[in-house]
């Protein structure tokens, strides 16, 4: 078996697989935020341990930014369904000059970058339990 990601590495990569979120996500390296619309979430389940956090929603900003927070110097894995808008939202943050956050390029569904959350097989959760789990500060 292959050894988890690094601290260190998790805080310099910017593209990751879903491997890479899984496995960084289970060693408490990362946070990991669904930013897929409230249909998406409930066709497909959300990502054991993910926080929703709807990209299409008016205080999205204000909520990923009290993620980061919540994620007290761990880095946020940003996942959408195949990649587009979490690597847009990644891109932007990065021109914007936020550092601390990641794009899972696979996406749930997967993409030309590999089989995704779900085809891998990762843990998934309904999203009445992701929201359920979600903490308060970002409700």
């Known amino acids: 078996m292959l ?6 590495w998790a805080q310099q990569a910017e593209i990751w ?3 890479d979120a899984h496995d960084s996500l289970i060693n408490d390296l990362i946070r990991l935020v669904d930013i ?4 998406e979430w409930a ?7 993910a926080w929703p956090i709807s ?22 894995a940003l996942i959408c369904a195949t990649g587009g808008r979490s690597g847009y939202v990644s891109r932007s943050l990065r021109e914007a000059g936020y550092s ?14 590999g ?25």
């Open 3 to 8: 050894a988890p990601p690094s601290a260190l």
């Open 43 to 49: 066709d497909t389940g959300v990502a054991q341990g």
């Open 17 to 19: 697989s879903a491997k």
């Open 55 to 76: 990209l299409h929603e008016d205080r999205f900003p204000e909520r990923l930014f009290a993620a980061r927070e919540l994620a007290d110097g761990r880095p946020v």
């Open 36 to 39: 897929r619309s409230g249909e």
């Open 100 to 113: 601390g956050f990641i794009d899972v390029s696979e996406g749930m569904l997967g993409s030309p970058r």
């Open 115 to 139: 089989p995704g959350w779900i085809a891998s097989k990762f843990p998934t959760v309904s999203s009445d339990v992701a929201l359920r789990n979600l903490p308060a500060e970002l409700t």
